[in-house]
T-cell receptor, first 115, second 112 residues
Framework: NAGVTQTPKFQVLKTGQSMTLQCAQDMNHNSMYWYRQDPGMGLRLIYYSASEGTTDKGEVPNGYNVSRLNKREFSLRLESAAPSQTSVYFC??????????????FGPGTRLTVL | KNQVEQSPQSLIILEGKNCTLQCNYTVSPFSNLRWYKQDTGRGPVSLTIMTFSENTKSNGRYTATLDADTKQSSLHITASQLSDSASYICVVSARWDYKLSFGAGTTVTVRA
């Protein structure tokens, strides 16, 4: 039982390049999330998927797109990377939404640098 | 705007000593508060969760308290170990809101 896995662990991009961050969970959770973590700031929600087939914008969605490929997988795409997107990206999943007692389980993170 | 403020930003303690981390929030209406531990290079892992009616909750050497009236929480680490070196994040959930409010975290360094 691997929990939440993310690939790649590290990535360096040049401004304007595109890439997709992959996330998968094997806990049969309905909801999945993408966050970014920047120094001195709390995690900020980029996009989330309450259930398979649905996606919604979070707090900081500009410059990103997502795909909920199936119940297990939720990918995050940067179409044209910018230096402001340099960050650590975390994927998380929870049994059902962000309500009370719905603990979120986090992946190990992807450290992205945009030059 | 819902906010979560943590203090101190960082602290250093000697192995075996105790420490207390603070969390103040303005999230309303309050649903629950979680403390997460994040080791360097890893994702956050939940330590405790407390709802409105709970004042204290323990997880081993970690004890969290909640005062919903003053909107304050604390995390007390007893008899610290080197493995306690990590960032501790306070996360607050509002009722009827899909979003969680994350604090910036307190970085704890335990030295031998």
């Amino acid at each position: 039982n691997a929990g939440v896995t993310q690939t790649p662990k590290f990535q360096v991009l040049k401004t304007g390049q595109s890439m997709t961050l992959q996330c998968a969970q094997d806990m049969n959770h309905n909801s999945m999330y993408w966050y970014r973590q920047d120094p001195g700031m709390g995690l900020r929600l980029i996009y989330y998927s309450a259930s398979e087939g649905t996606t919604d914008k979070g707090e900081v969605p500009n410059g990103y797109n997502v795909s909920r490929l199936n119940k297990r997988e939720f990918s995050l795409r940067l179409e044209s990377a910018a230096p402001s997107q340099t960050s650590v990206y975390f994927c998380a999943s929870s049994p059902a939404g962000q309500g009370a007692h719905n603990e979120q389980f986090f992946g190990p993170g992807t450290r992205l640098t945009v030059l | 705007k819902n906010q979560v403020e943590q203090s101190p930003q960082s602290l250093i303690i000697l192995e075996g000593k105790n420490c207390t981390l603070q969390c103040n929030y303005t999230v309303s209406p309050f649903s629950n508060l979680r403390w997460y531990k994040q080791d360097t290079g890893r994702g956050p892992v939940s330590l405790t969760i407390m709802t409105f009616s709970e004042n204290t909750k323990s997880n081993g050497r970690y004890t969290a308290t909640l005062d919903a009236d003053t909107k304050q929480s604390s995390l007390h680490i007893t008899a610290s170990q080197l493995s306690d070196s990590a960032s501790y994040i306070c996360v607050v959930s509002a009722r009827w809101d899909y979003k969680l409010s994350f604090g910036a975290g307190t970085t704890v360094t335990v030295r031998a």
